[in-house]
């Protein structure tokens, strides 16, 4: 324990020269306290907190690193993320893949220059395709292995703006009229 508190310090030390705050595979099953202290003079630019089993982020992450262009939520248990990262204004990149995630987060659709979002390898089976039309910057988004239904390829395949890269659907048996 002790030396996961001291590795959570070492990098906030590092992050306050690199403005890189890499947080991944502590075990983390929150952003600690600690961390946002350790890290109010420091102008965040990017946010690694891939690999822990966080759940959550909360609503005040957004406020205090409001300047961040990049964020690795990846490989955690997150299912949700808080509607205040729309406040996140230089947000670029977001990944959010290898979590629980049910449905596309409505907020992704609402951070103003997120050009890049990586949501691939979770259980997304829902996706509000005219709120993702209306997406401010996005560019690119990842939905591969994923459970989208047959319905969700085809209303996705109508997005022309955004790049977006899906795992072939295998075609059910019961659709096969070749038989």
Known sequence: MANA???????CEDAQE????D?????????????YHLMRHTELKR?????????KI????AIKFS??????????????????????QALERLDISHNTFIALPPVTCRIPQLKRLLANNNSIIDIDIERLRHAPALEFIDLQANPLTAR????????????????????EEWEDLTI
């Open 67 to 88: 300047l961040i262009t990049d964020l690795n939520l990846s490989h955690n248990q997150m299912s949700k993320l808080p509607e205040e990262l729309a406040e996140l």
């Open 152 to 171: 969700m390829h085809d209303l996705l395949n109508t997005l022309t703006r955004i790049k977006i890269e899906l795992t072939p659907r295998q075609v």
């Open 18 to 21: 690199t403005n890189n705050l």
């Open 47 to 55: 946010c690694n907190l891939s690999g822990n089993v966080i759940t």
């Open 58 to 61: 909360p609503p005040k992450f």
């Open 23 to 35: 947080l991944s595979e502590c075990q983390l099953m929150q952003v600690p306290d600690a961390v």
């Open 5 to 11: 508190v001291t590795r959570v310090v070492l990098r």
